[in-house]
């Protein structure tokens, strides 16, 4: 069964650390879960870092966002994104963002997660300072 293109996405900008939200499957059709968390690194571009610091045009990045993760259930259906991205300081060692996806397939599941952060990285006005 494939789940189709309509899907659940939540869109959160935080400047707290991030927590991650209690997982409860969207449909008994579920069958995959994938998570990531992209964690500030100590060294970049060969220099020490104490932390990053994450700023956003807000409106425009969930606008942008929504608009990729629609683009791409048309290829990956999925049932469900939640996505979370850090403001402000974010210190080494603790996570900038986290994205799950919920889908009826793995395969699915896994390529959705890793074409919205390529995809998030290229087209969402969310930038970092070292």
């Known amino acids: 069964m494939r789940i189709e293109p309509a899907m659940n996405a939540e869109i959160v900008f935080t400047r707290e650390p991030i927590v991650i939200p209690i997982f409860a ?31 956003a045009y807000e409106p425009m990045a969930s606008r942008q966002l929504e608009r990729i993760f629609d683009e791409l259930a048309r290829t990956y259906p999925i049932a469900a994104v ?15 963002l986290f994205l799950r996806v919920q889908s009826a397939h793995r395969g699915e599941a896994l390529a959705f997660c890793g074409h919205a952060i390529d995809r998030m990285k290229c087209d969402v006005p969310i930038w970092k300072k070292s």
């Open 25 to 55: 499957p969207v449909s008994k059709e579920i069958g995959a879960v994938v998570e990531f968390q992209g964690l500030v690194r100590e060294m970049e571009n060969g220099g020490t870092l104490r932390g990053l610091d994450y700023e």
């Open 82 to 96: 939640t996505f979370i991205h850090r403001l402000g300081w974010v210190p080494v060692g603790e996570a900038s």
